[in-house]
Each structure stands twice: as structure tokens, then as C-alpha cells.
């Protein structure tokens, strides 16, 4: 007769508490970091204008607009990381002529975001886009792109501030520190800013003289720095200390 093999009992893991015991006592610390980074991109948006006594003749001519702006702008190359045509919208003017409405015009807008990495080519384009008609510019928007190393390094800083910090307690009890319980990321924020002076460029409206792009000089856009900031939680086991 064969003998069925007992199991082995798997062995039951040891109660985890969440503020430790006196045989492993937990410390639990912050840990941050504050970068200022040099921004990586600029953003400007265009809005385009057209205004007419009928709508085919509106959005002929918004379309003419929109057809000119991207063609400029495409001649810059790598130098534009991203070009976004966001809403368009065509509103009839409404004037009272006796006791009802009639339509007197035709006013239509277009919107266009730009994302530039050059901004050498930055200054040169606005410059540019400003001396065409019923054109307007506003920005920069500076910022950091999503995959940045600069939020890395961030987290980096602040799990060293946090290991650091945890060293330090552990220290002071003349003790070390065990193992690591938990690490929480509690945020990584880049903060975008506009120019410490807002720049907005509103072109001629119907005609009118204006310096020729050709002649202007590049507007000179001084880059904002970028705020990065890291927060990160940690939980440590301690050697327990002889607090005698």
C-alpha cells in the first residue's frame, strides 16, 4: 500500500503593520525636488480673420488666409514640432432695419496653435505672421515637452532626498536603516509660463502701411525657465535602535 506524501504546510507570511513594532519599527519620509530648466518648446496661437457681405465670400477669403499662414509656416521645417488647426466659425453680423433683423455681414475666425523648438525661428516667424492682414498672434507659451528628461531627473532628486532624509533619522537613533517598505508618487508638476512680457500682435485690420516683413527685425523673445517639481513618499524598516 502506498503512503500519500503529507504537504507541507506553506508557511503562514508574518502580519504586516502599517506603523511597525518594536521589533521592526518603520520611519516614513518625504522626499522633494525643485528644478528651474531651461524650456524646451513655445507655443503661439494664430487666429485668422475674414469679414465679408456674404458667407461664400467670408469663407473664401478665411480660407485664403488659413491656406498663406500654413504655407509660411511649413517653410520653417523641424523647426515646428507640432501645427494644430483648432476651431473655425463663421457669425453673421445682424443689424435692425425696421422693425426686423437683417444680416449686414459676415465675420469668420480661425485658430491655429503652433509648437515650436527653435526659438531662434520663434522670433523670426512671429514677426512674419504679424505683417499679414487681419492677423493675430499671441503668446509664447513656454513649456517642457511630456517625455522631458527633466521630469526624471526630478523624480530621481526627490527619491534621493527621500532615502537621504530616512539616513539621517536613522542616524540620529544610531541606527541604519532595513529594507523598503513603500514608495508613493505623489506628483511631478512643470509648469507652464508665458513671457515675463505678453506678447500679442494684432496685424493691420483693412490696409494701411506697415513695415514689410522683410525689412522688420525678429521680435526678441527671452525665454521663460521652467519649474519642475517632484514629491515622493517612502516607508522604511529600521534596525531596531537601543534606546537604552
Request: no cysteine.
Amino acid at each position: 500500500m502506498t503512503e500519500t506524501p503529507t504537504p507541507t504546510p506553506t508557511p503562514t507570511p508574518a502580519p504586516h503593520h502599517p506603523y511597525g513594532t518594536p521589533t521592526t519599527p518603520h520611519v516614513t519620509v518625504r522626499g522633494e525636488a525643485h528644478l528651474e530648466v531651461d524650456p524646451e518648446i513655445a507655443r503661439i496661437t494664430v487666429t485668422l480673420t475674414a469679414r465679408g457681405t456674404d458667407r461664400r465670400t467670408t469663407l473664401d477669403g478665411l480660407t485664403h488666409r488659413n491656406t498663406t499662414t500654413l504655407d509660411l509656416i511649413r517653410t520653417y521645417g523641424d523647426a515646428i514640432e507640432k501645427l494644430e488647426t483648432g476651431t473655425l466659425t463663421i457669425n453673421p453680423e445682424l443689424t435692425r432695419h425696421g422693425r426686423a433683423e437683417r444680416i449686414r455681414a459676415y465675420h469668420g475666425n480661425i485658430q491655429i496653435t503652433v509648437t515650436l523648438g527653435d526659438f531662434t525661428a520663434l522670433g523670426e516667424l512671429v514677426t512674419r505672421l504679424a505683417d499679414h492682414d487681419l492677423t493675430r498672434i499671441d503668446g509664447p507659451w513656454w513649456g517642457l515637452r511630456p517625455a522631458s528628461p527633466h521630469h526624471a531627473a526630478a523624480r530621481r532628486q526627490a527619491v534621493q532626498g527621500a532615502l537621504q532624509r530616512a539616513r539621517e533619522y536613522a542616524e540620529a537613533l544610531d541606527t541604519r536603516l532595513g529594507a523598503l517598505l513603500e514608495l508613493s508618487d505623489t506628483g511631478v508638476h512643470g509648469d507652464p509660463h508665458m513671457a515675463p512680457v505678453g506678447f500679442s500682435a494684432q496685424a493691420r485690420s483693412y490696409g494701411g502701411a506697415t513695415e514689410s516683413a522683410v525689412d522688420a527685425a525678429p521680435v526678441d523673445l527671452e525665454p521663460v525657465r521652467q519649474t519642475v517639481d517632484a514629491q515622493v513618499e517612502a516607508s522604511f524598516t529600521l534596525i531596531p535602535p537601543d534606546l537604552g
